[in-house]
């Protein structure tokens, strides 16, 4: 059934996205190439870089060897394996065609990201993907990992203020999701404690950076309005802590 095998992809149940997604293929008369796609996409996220790539050669690439969604899951593989320069010449070769195909910018935010390399472009793809309207946009889902993704640009690039006002913005967005909340605190602590290690001296850009953010109020006030949106998850109680102690 392709809504439980769907199901269990969602829920990161691998193993069972992958046998279902086999049985549909093997009862289907007509090949889908969606399942396609979603049974590459399984065996990449399992580590089954061999097999996803040679279901995506011989089921899709050798009859359309232009196919930019096979080609961006390629560069998913090749990012999974560490290979991220491999990942951009692969993408390069979508957004030459595309160069709005928010999977493809994504992607290749990612592996500039991994090489440190070209922040500025890294982050205004993030920003094309954030900001798409067209009828292929990217899910809620890719727009929020588009979002945390750019925070890390941006505290990769020292835009700490930037981070923090992408963080606040995605929370406003996506309000119910605490992974997001915890992700931004661990950021405004990781702030607190850098400038708690500053020189008192110190007016360099980067403690000017650093201290224009005001992580310590804005994690404060983070963790109050999370607590109260979540009161049952223990972590808001954990990072409290932590704050008391830096």
């Known amino acids: 059934d392709r809504r439980l095998a769907d199901y269990y992809f969602d829920v990161n149940q691998m193993p069972e ?5 086999r049985q549909i293929r ?21 580590g089954k870089f061999t097999d996803g790539n040679k279901l995506l050669d011989d089921d899709v690439l050798s009859k359309r060897p232009q196919d930019s969604k096979a080609l961006v899951l390629r560069s998913v593989a090749l990012l999974s394996q560490g290979k991220p ?28 990201l991994a090489l440190n390399q070209n922040l500025d472009q890294a982050a205004r793809d993030l920003l094309a993907v954030r900001d798409s309207k067209s009828g292929n946009g990217p899910t809620a889902e ?27 913005d995605a929370i406003r967005k996506f309000p119910g999701i605490p992974g997001l909340r915890a992700d931004y605190a661990d950021y405004l602590l990781w702030l607190v404690d850098v400038q708690q290690h500053l020189a008192p001296s110190d007016e360099g850009a980067t403690a000017f950076a650093v201290k224009s953010v005001g992580a310590e109020d804005r994690l404060r ?3 109050d309005d999370s607590a109260k949106a979540f009161p049952n998850i223990v972590v808001w109680a954990v990072l409290d802590g932590r704050l008391a102690q830096a």
């Open 85 to 112: 320069n491999d990942a951009l010449t692969v993408l390069k070769d979508v957004l030459s065609r595309d160069g709005s195909d928010t999977d493809a910018l994504f992607y290749r935010a990612s592996a500039l």
């Open 221 to 223: 006030k983070l963790l």
């Open 142 to 168: 890719a727009q929020l990992n588009s979002r945390m993704l750019l925070a890390q640009v941006y505290r990769q690039s020292r835009r700490y203020s930037e981070a923090a006002a992408d963080y606040e």
């Open 17 to 21: 996205a992958e046998e279902l997604y």
């Open 26 to 46: 093997a009862n289907s008369h007509a090949s889908d190439v969606k399942v396609t796609y979603r049974l590459a996409e399984t065996l990449i996220r399992e």
